[in-house]
């Protein structure tokens, strides 16, 4: 059993930066190919950017590509969502999430954070 456990969320204002951090507990981590979700008010939970087990491969969501960074350090058990550039649109509460199948989907991930919110105000 994992346990994630997201921070770093806030309120910022239009054009600013957040770095959202996710860290693991309870398995393997480096095992566990990692993605960041994000859910507003009335909407479905979206993919925002996933990074494979060795940090070799990521995806993002066009909404958020050129913006924002997806890392990870396997000795920390941590991954990370650096966000730059950001807009009142990418107001959300954020999920990492780990699985052995990714990466683009909910259901390709087995294991939740709580989420952290993000506010950013025009």
């Known amino acids: 059993q994992v346990q994630l456990v997201e921070s770093g969320g806030g309120l910022v204002q239009a054009g600013g930066s957040l770095r959202l951090s996710c860290a693991a507990s309870?398995?393997?981590?480096?095992?566990?190919?990692m993605g960041w979700f994000r859910q507003a008010p009335g909407k479905e939970r979206e993919f925002v950017a996933y990074?494979?087990?060795?940090?070799?491969?990521?995806y993002y969501a066009d909404s958020v590509k050129g913006r924002f960074t997806i890392s990870r350090d396997n000795a920390k058990n941590t991954v990370y969502l650096q966000m730059n550039s950001l807009k009142p649109e990418d107001t959300a509460v954020y999920y990492c999430?780990?699985?052995?199948?990714?990466?683009?989907?909910?259901?390709?991930?087995?294991?939740w954070g709580q989420g952290t919110q993000v506010t950013v105000s025009s």
């Open positions: 990074v494979s087990w060795s940090g070799g491969s990521t």
């Open positions: 309870g398995g393997t981590f480096s095992t566990y190919k």
């Open positions: 999430a780990a699985g052995q199948k990714g990466p683009l989907t909910p259901d390709g991930y087995h294991y």
